[in-house]
C-alpha cells in the first residue's frame, strides 16, 4: 500500500493506487473527496480512472464500486400568467408617463430606453402610444 499520489497515465499503468482513505497531506478523505486536495472528485474518466481536476491525483476504480450516484435535472417552466401577459397586447410596452401622442391625441404613452450612440452621448428614448400603439423616439 502506497501513499504516493500518482500525476500522470505513465504511473497509473506502472505503479500502485493508494487507497482513497488514505492520509495525504492535510485530508483524511472519503470517496467524495481528494485525500491530497480536498477537491470534490468527478466520476470515471474513458480510462476507467477517477483522476482528481485540482491536483490530478489518480485513483483506482475500485474504491467506487459500491458508491451510488443519483442525479436530479430540474428544468425551469415558464409561468402560464408570465406568457399570457406577454401576448396580451393591452399591456403597455414599459412604463407609461403622461406624453401626448402626435397620431391619436392619447395623452398616455409607455417608454424604453436603450444606449444606441457612444457613451458620451444620452439615451435614445422610445415612446408607444398605449392607444393606438404609435411609435416615436426621443434622444436625451
Given at each position: 500500500?502506497?501513499?504516493?499520489?500518482?500525476?500522470?497515465?505513465?504511473?497509473?499503468?506502472?505503479?500502485?493506487?493508494?487507497?482513497?482513505?488514505?492520509?495525504?497531506?492535510p485530508?483524511?478523505?472519503?470517496?467524495?473527496?481528494?485525500?491530497?486536495?480536498?477537491?470534490?472528485?468527478?466520476?470515471?474518466?474513458?480510462?476507467?480512472l477517477?483522476?482528481?481536476?485540482?491536483?490530478k491525483?489518480?485513483?483506482?476504480?475500485?474504491n467506487?464500486?459500491?458508491?451510488?450516484?443519483?442525479?436530479?435535472?430540474?428544468?425551469?417552466?415558464?409561468?402560464?400568467?408570465?406568457?399570457?401577459?406577454?401576448?396580451?397586447?393591452d399591456?403597455p410596452?414599459?412604463?407609461?408617463?403622461?406624453?401626448?401622442?402626435?397620431?391619436?391625441?392619447?395623452?398616455?404613452?409607455?417608454?424604453?430606453?436603450?444606449?444606441?450612440?457612444s457613451?458620451?452621448?444620452?439615451?435614445t428614448?422610445?415612446?408607444t402610444?398605449?392607444?393606438?400603439?404609435?411609435?416615436?423616439?426621443?434622444?436625451s
Amino acid at each position: 500500500m502506497s501513499k504516493n499520489i500518482y500525476n500522470s497515465h505513465k504511473d497509473f499503468q506502472r505503479l500502485s493506487f493508494i487507497p482513497i482513505m488514505a492520509e495525504v497531506g492535510p485530508f483524511t478523505s472519503t470517496t467524495a473527496f481528494c485525500a491530497r486536495c480536498g477537491s470534490i472528485l468527478p466520476l470515471l474518466n474513458d480510462f476507467g480512472l477517477v483522476k482528481c481536476y485540482a491536483c490530478k491525483s489518480i485513483y483506482e476504480p475500485e474504491n467506487f464500486n459500491k458508491v451510488k450516484f443519483n442525479y436530479t435535472i430540474n428544468f425551469n417552466t415558464v409561468s402560464v400568467i408570465a406568457n399570457e401577459n406577454i401576448l396580451n397586447l393591452d399591456n403597455p410596452e414599459g412604463p407609461v408617463v403622461e406624453r401626448k401622442c402626435p397620431k391619436c391625441g392619447c395623452e398616455r404613452m409607455s417608454y424604453a430606453t436603450l444606449q444606441l450612440r457612444s457613451a458620451d452621448e444620452g439615451q435614445t428614448v422610445f415612446y408607444t402610444c398605449v392607444s393606438c400603439k404609435y411609435k416615436e423616439t426621443e434622444n436625451s
